[in-house]
């Protein structure tokens, strides 16, 4: 089971690490993801598992990447009990290494707005956005934080793909400095997190989230407060379907109702929900509030 901690350490720093490996490789087998793709959705899948860790109850936390590059949008989205999905609007696409011999996330996502939206059991959900700095997703999460929620913040992201185009390690973590703390507490964290060997070497030598979290403080002394699981989960099923088809009106139902079947693929999870005539026709019925006169 793939876990997500919360931890505390010395000077009042906070670290939140998952570790994601069979949830982004779940995710880039269900959109048959190419690698520079599956890296992009893999590590926005991550950070909105990271950006759930405070969340309760019914809470949820959606995060979307609008990029101008090949990619296109990408969407992730993490409840507080750990169900965690998203996908890319294009999970073909794959570039050329980049110079560093590394997946060119950057590249593919482009230039952009990064959105944060939270669903808090309020009235309206918390939204904020900032440009993207780079698409790499970590220095563009860090500087959301930074910029929008006034919370100066450390985040490393990673996702390695094997040359066979699966996922074999995955994962990140995130340290906040409380607003207002000593700069110098801040400055000592990026250097100490820029020491340490990248993410996915972390996770593909037998780390969990809790040492994740111990390795991103250092000599901060990590106290692991909370640790729940995650995992890829959609939470589409047939009801939902027809309740879009309901949005849809009489008019569109009846053209579906037309063509005999109407074919919904959910874009999350790749689900396919074939709905035949006999569940079009209840579904214009529901609509117009009535059934034809029993015979
Ligand atoms: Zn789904």
Request: proline share 5%.
């Amino acid at each position: 089971m793939e876990t997500l901690v919360r931890a505390i350490g010395s000077e009042g720093v906070l670290a939140f690490a998952c570790v994601t490996t069979h949830l982004v490789e779940e995710a880039r087998r269900r959109h048959g993801a190419a690698p520079t793709a599956a890296a992009a959705l893999g590590r926005a899948l991550t950070a909105s598992s990271l950006l759930s860790a405070t969340l309760e109850g019914q809470q949820k936390v959606t995060l979307r990447i609008l990029g101008d590059g090949p990619l296109g949008g990408i969407v992730a989205d993490t409840t507080a009990s750990g169900d965690v999905r998203g996908y890319v609007q294009n999970p073909t696409v794959h570039l050329p290494l980049s110079s560093r011999r590394k997946l060119d996330v950057g590249g593919a996502v482009g230039r952009g707005t990064l959105h944060v939206t939270k669903e808090l059991g309020l009235r309206w959900p918390y939204h904020g956005s900032a440009p993207l700095v780079s698409g790499e997703i970590a220095e563009d999460l860090a500087y959301y934080l930074a910029q929008s929620e006034q919370v100066p913040s450390v985040v490393s992201l990673g996702v390695l793909v094997e040359p066979d185009g699966r996922v074999s390690a995955a994962g990140g973590f995130m340290v906040q400095v409380m607003p207002g703390a000593d700069p110098q507490v801040l400055d000592d964290l990026e250097a100490h997190v820029r020491s340490l060997p990248p993410v996915t070497q972390l996770v593909g030598q037998g780390l969990s989230s809790a040492d994740l979290a111990r390795a991103a403080l250092g000599s901060l002394q990590a106290r692991i407060v909370e640790e729940r699981p995650v995992r890829y989960r959609c939470t589409c099923s047939r009801e939902r379907v027809e309740g879009v088809l309901m949005l849809l009106g009489a008019e569109e139902v009846e053209s579906l109702l037309g063509e005999g079947r109407a074919e919904v693929r959910c874009r999350f999870c790749g689900e396919t929900y074939v709905l035949r005539r006999e569940a079009l026709q209840e579904i214009l019925w529901r609509l117009r509030g009535s059934r034809p006169p029993v015979a």
